[in-house]
């Protein structure tokens, strides 16, 4: 039986996990393979911890196991700890070089760890590349565009042709930011490759 | 012919355009609003649209167009059909003469759910078929044929699907969509349209005397299938029988169940040639009660023996644990982790700038030993300011707090609703807190929109589903045509007002409203509304934290000092609770 590259994203709702999913689904599509996702909807969206699952080559269910996801793709830090463990061993991650702390943790006064805490409690049994995908976007023109970002860092990891992903990029993001996006695609690809090369953070 | 990578809710809506399609109506409710937002926002519509009050008006509404003989979709989640059921139990005796296909969307694991109830009980309960996809092709396909179900056997069908459909994506082969108009005409049939019970003792007869055949028809259609591969079945319904084929071992018998009711004779025959079965399904026992009649001596596996849970939904992983428990050897397996521990949760918060948060506070700072009976909305998030008490279903908080007011409890009792709420279900229970004496403030947050399904318009917009300007519907005049006699109206960012209202409702008798109002903060920002951000000032800040506790996203520490994050949509509330007037509007450099 065919095995599944098996891709999770997490944030928090708002940071553009969906249509990071449709750009891989639709990626997928423009090579012909089948593919399988599932992500949050709904009121669970605002401001609270989001996933998303995707499933390239996938042909059953949409839902990613923990200890088995080929490349996690995280927007935060604290998102990347806290589904670590569905990381495969030898699988890659991605993570955007930021936290936003809940707005919880201040209400109660209670402490969020730091990005050192976080990047010591990941450990160095995994390949991890952060990539500051906030200054990246606005390099490209938007804060809007860390998906893409993340897409393009992360593409190096992924069994699809940059060529498709980009592709999908432009199918997908409104026609007047396609610049923009085709630019945080870019930016994010190279900085994936700074990552590759052994760069730790880019 | 066309492959797509969609939504499981926008394959649904393909596939009820290739049907074709009539006559479309529904409540919103998670996992099913997408459907009807879809085929709302297409351009060309050759099929009438509505976003219904609630989700009976919905099913009647949508009933009497297939009884006009048109194809007739209506949409909502689970427990909408408990406010629908009326309606339905009885439409099953009528039939219809369009087809019509009620689809309810169930929610295993309750993710944005008050329960984890089965639809499928209610199709059995009624006896009408129910469709129940395991794959988003599969729910593409079964949209698309339900109504020609629906037709061949008079007969309205439930359209089954559950979140890990609805919300899941994959590739899937759509095509053409039909268009086929259809006018409604109504033909006079008193035997069939008026349920006196003279009519209605023949038509519950008729009603079962169709079931042999559906139970034909179904397996027919190939929706229940069943592989011979040794002595061993896996039978397995809905999405987990996706769950199930992934890892199934290739000498194990596999039976896929999609679609109710089952014919016994045929699953009797498949049973009874393996010497152990497992029934793997979410939730209610349903595949597991049918598959136990015709059993015999063999044994069978599932929910009833504890290998299979009743709660919550499956995965790949829960289910190759499950076949492990029983003796099967699933093709796959999965490592056992730890995922890291005491780490901050983030669950959803109400927004930045979010008018319900000003009111929660406000309710905490006048009714200290308050009772808040809440309602089902992005309000609900209220319980983390400890505003909200109580919430079990939709316009209850009206109910639920007459009813505590007339127990003798003593406590001051406070409800917030919602305005689609309260138009849903609502008003009567207002009346009736008014006609029988109740002594409770009522606060509508009314935000003009139904904000948490995704921002669905409804009778206070001021617009149709389809964009059509209307009269928006004044909650003022509801509420004292229910009689009554206090109605204030408020601006929720006026911190003085709103709690001047509170404090004048707590000294007056009878049944008090309070409506405070501004547009939800998303659509606000949509519409282009900016109103410039806060800032605070270090220097006169004196790290009171009062601020922080009033719990907005955009108020974070900075060490000590309170600071505005650029989630900030300009509200000014927090301006208004700092008691040293360290907050004020950002001044531009």
């Given amino acids: 039986m065919s095995r599944s590259y098996d891709i999770l994203m997490v944030g928090i709702g708002g940071q553009g996990i969906i249509l990071a999913s449709n750009i891989l689904g639709e990626a997928s599509l423009i090579e012909g393979r089948s593919i399988r996702g599932a992500e949050t909807h709904g009121m669970a969206q605002r401001g609270g911890s989001v996933e998303g699952h995707i499933r390239i080559d996938g042909k059953y269910g949409p839902l990613i196991a923990p200890g088995t996801a080929d490349l996690i793709i995280a927007f935060d830090m604290l998102e990347a700890l806290r589904y670590a463990h569905y990381l495969a061993p030898g699988g890659n991650m991605v993570i955007n070089s930021h936290v936003v702390i809940p707005t919880s943790v201040f209400m109660q006064g209670a402490t969020a760890p ?28 938007s804060l809007l565009a860390q998906n893409v970002v993340m897409i393009g860092a992360a593409s190096w990891s992924m069994p699809i042709a940059a060529e498709s992903l980009s592709g999908a990029v432009g199918r997908l993001v409104p026609k007047k930011t396609i610049e923009i996006n085709r630019k945080a695609f870019e930016l994010g690809r190279a900085a994936g490759k700074r990552c590759k090369e052994g760069s730790k953070e880019t | ?169 994959g590739d899937t082969i759509l095509g053409e969509r039909v268009i086929s108009p259809r006018k409604g005409e109504f033909h006079k049939n008193p035997q069939q349209y008026v349920v006196i019970p003279a009519h209605t003792r023949v038509l519950h007869k008729k009603l079962n005397q169709k079931q042999p055949l559906i139970k034909k028809a179904l397996l027919a259609k190939g929706y229940n299938q069943a592989r011979e591969r040794g002595r061993v079945a896996v039978v397995a319904s809905g999405i987990a029988a996706s769950y199930v084929q992934e890892i199934l071992p290739p000498d194990i018998s596999f039976m896929k169940i999609g679609a109710y009711p089952i014919d016994e004779e045929w699953l009797g025959e498949f049973i009874r040639k393996h010497e152990r079965v497992l029934v793997i399904e979410e939730l209610h026992p349903v595949v597991e009660e049918a598959v136990r009649q015709v059993a015999g001596c063999v044994p069978v596996h599932g929910k009833k023996d504890g290998m299979v849970p009743y709660e919550g939904e499956l995965s790949t992983m829960a289910v190759a644990g499950i076949m492990q428990k029983c003796g099967i050897t699933p093709a796959r397996s999965f490592p056992e982790t730890v995922p890291a521990g005491d780490l901050p949760g983030r669950p959803p918060i109400l927004c930045a700038g979010c008018m319900h948060r000003p009111v929660f506070y406000s309710m905490r700072k006048v009714f200290k030993d308050g009772i808040f009976p809440s309602d089902i909305g992005c309000y609900t998030l209220g319980l983390q300011l400890g505003a909200v008490d109580t919430t079990i279903c939709m316009g209850a908080s009206i109910t639920i707090a007459s009813g505590i007011s007339h127990s003798g409890e003593e406590h001051e009792v406070v409800a917030t609703i919602g305005d689609s709420t309260f138009l849903h279900a609502g008003i009567p229970g207002l009346l009736n807190a008014v006609y029988n004496g109740a002594r409770m403030i009522l606060i509508i947050l009314d935000n003009r929109i139904t904000a948490m399904t995704g921002h669905q318009p409804n009778p206070t917009t001021g617009e149709t589903a389809c964009g059509i300007a209307t009269p928006p519907v004044s909650l003022e005049a509801l509420c004292r045509a229910c009689g009554v006699a206090h109605v204030e109206t408020v601006d929720p960012y006026d911190l003085t007002s709103l709690q001047a209202a509170l404090k004048e409702a707590r000294e007056r008798l009878g049944v008090k409203v309070i409506i405070a109002r501004q547009p939800c903060v998303i659509i606000a920002r949509r519409a282009g509304i900016r109103r410039g951000r806060f800032q605070v000032d270090p220097d006169t800040c004196t790290e009171c934290g009062l601020c922080i506790k009033f719990g907005c996203p955009a108020l974070e520490k900075a060490g000590e000092k309170a600071y505005i994050n650029d989630l900030c949509s300009g509200c000014g509330v927090c301006a208004q609770i700092c008691p040293s007037g360290a907050i004020g509007k950002e001044v531009k450099r």
């Fill in chain 1, 114 to 141: 730091s990005k050192e805490e976080i990047l010591a409690r990941l450990g160095s049994g995994r390949t991890i590349c952060l990539i500051d995908a906030d200054h990246l976007a606005e390099e490209a023109g």
């Fill in chain 2, 1 to 169: 012919m066309t492959t797509q990578y969609l939504l499981g809710n926008e394959a649904i809506a393909r596939g009820c355009l290739e049907s074709p399609l009539h006559f479309v109506t529904g409540y919103p409710g998670t996992p099913s609003s997408e459907v009807i937002d879809i085929l709302r926002s297409l351009p060309e519509r050759d099929y009438y649209i509505e976003w219904s009050v609630n989700e009976k008006v919905a099913l009647e509404n949508a009933l009497a167009a297939a009884w006009c003989g048109q194809r007739a979709l209506c949409t909502m989640k689970h427990v909408g059909l408990n406010v629908a059921a009326d309606p339905l139990m009885t439409s099953a005796y009528t039939g219809v003469t369009g087809g019509l296909v009620i689809m309810s969307a169930d929610d295993p694991f309750a993710h944005s759910s008050q329960n984890e109830q089965d639809s499928r009980c209610y199709a059995l309960f009624a006896r009408i078929p129910c469709l129940d996809p395991a794959t988003i092709q599969e729910a593409h396909d079964m949209a698309r044929d339900a109504f020609s179900l629906s037709e061949e056997f008079s007969i309205p069908v439930i359209f089954r699907p559950t979140t890990r459909i609805c919300h899941s994506k």
